[in-house]
Each structure stands twice: as C-alpha cells, then as structure tokens.
C-alpha cells in the first residue's frame, strides 16, 4: 500500500478557498487512481472527488460540482483538491485515498485533515 499525507485544512469563512495536497513520502502515484472523501462527526464517509490514473478522467459529487476541482502532478506525485465558494457544509475531515488500476477499492487511505467553514 502507498502512504498517504494530506495536508491544507484549514479555518476558513464561507465564500473562501482552501487547496488540500495528497503526497506519498518517497512512493509514486503511479498505477493509481485518486480520490478525495470527507467525513463530519457521527456521519458517514462520503465520496467527494476522484481522478483516474490511466485518462484524466475526473467526477465530483453533486454537491461540490462546479465549486471544488480533483488534478494530480504525476510527475511530483501529488494530488490536488482545489476548493472555492466553500460552505458550512464543507466542513469535514477530508481524506486522500488511492486505488490501485488492478483492485477495484480505495484500500489506501491518508489520516486526514480538517477543513472548517464559518458562516
């Protein structure tokens, strides 16, 4: 399994932008499709962005569609979640995730990191 660091959380006010990095110390991306989730205090982990390795291809939850923007630099081995017009809604810890071309699960997971959206 690859190791995953996410980091770029913050306190922010609602209307603001935060970008969140997903990084591998010393491990390659490559092979991987990448994907953002979140997770709010007594809820269930929800899908939020994910970008395939192979096409580019990306797809986005409803309800961050147009707002938040999943890229990847493959050759720094890094993955992007650009996040703009941020709500209260947002907010979440949000977790990097990584699923190798050949399984067809995101087995590989980051520790996560606090995005926090006042109003």
């Known amino acids: 399994q690859v190791q995953l660091v996410e980091s770029g959380g913050g306190l922010v006010q609602a209307g603001g932008s935060l970008r969140l990095s997903c990084v591998s110390p010393g491990r390659t991306f490559s092979g991987y499709d990448m994907g953002w989730f979140r997770q709010a205090p007594g809820k269930e982990r929800e899908f939020v962005a994910t970008?395939?390795?192979?096409?580019?291809?990306?797809r986005y939850a409803d309800s961050v569609k147009g707002r938040f923007t999943i890229s990847r630099d493959n050759a720094k081995n890094v993955v992007y979640l650009q996040m703009n017009s941020l709500k209260p809604e947002d907010t979440d810890i949000y977790y990097c995730?990584?699923?190798?071309?050949?399984?067809?699960?995101?087995?590989?997971w980051g520790r996560g990191t606090q995005v926090t959206v006042s109003s």
């Open positions: 995730a990584a699923r190798h071309v050949t399984t067809s699960s995101y087995n590989n």
């Open positions: 970008i395939n390795w192979s096409t580019g291809y990306t």
